[in-house]
């Protein structure tokens, strides 16, 4: 089935680290996919040392979409389809059969992600055995058509709206 955490709350990555560990503790095998976050966090050293779990994200930290070059978008969309690439091998050839891909709304809906590649794991995502994990803001129409699990997260208040800035071990 295909899963979506949408929303502009906080806990969209969280919960699918969660589920990530989860799978993993059941002996499924997982590829932990992060689009549009270049920054370390807490989270990824722990995935890191399991061996049913491979993350894939890009190592680079980029601006904000709003302060990217165009050859900025262009360097990260060919990032972001490599990953897509590995993602989809790993699903057709390696055995994956949970995908979490986080913050995929976000490089579809800015078009930093080929939308075919996409789709054709969405379609393995089909399959009895296998799961796809989507997260992010504000995903498309087509993202939302697809999910067989939707669950959105709404923020009420933030810290980071009173000038907090993001902490280690608890948002970093």
Same mark, same amino acid.
């Given at each position: 089935? &295909? ?16 589920? +990530?560990? /989860?799978? *993993? ?22 995935? /890191?040392?399991?061996?049913? &779990? ?6 680079? +930290? ?9 050859r900025e ?28 891909? @986080? ?7 800015? *078009?930093? +992600? @080929? ?21 992010g803001r504000k995903p498309?129409? /087509? ?6 699990? &939707? ?15 993001? /902490? ?5």
């Amino acid at each position: 089935m &295909i899963q979506l955490y949408h929303g502009d709350g906080k806990g969209k990555t969280t919960a699918a680290v969660g589920a +990530a560990i /989860r799978a *993993a503790g059941r002996r499924r095998t997982v590829i932990f996919a992060q689009f549009m976050k270049g920054r370390e966090s807490g989270e990824l050293s722990v995935l /890191r040392q399991l061996e049913q &779990i491979r993350v894939l994200r890009c190592d680079q +930290a980029f601006p904000f979409f709003r302060d990217m070059s165009d050859r900025e978008k262009a360097e990260l969309s060919v990032i972001h389809n490599r990953i897509l690439e590995e993602v989809l091998t790993g699903l057709r050839e390696e055995g994956a059969n949970f995908v979490v891909l @986080d913050e995929i709304t976000h490089a579809c809906r800015l *078009a930093l +992600a @080929d939308h075919t590649l996409l789709e054709q794991i969405l379609d393995c995502g089909r399959s009895p055995d296998k799961e796809i994990l989507l997260t992010g803001r504000k995903p498309t129409e /087509r993202l939302l058509e697809v999910s067989d699990y &939707i669950t959105e997260m709404l923020c009420i208040r933030h810290p980071f709206e009173s000038g907090v800035p993001a /902490r280690h071990g608890v948002e970093l």
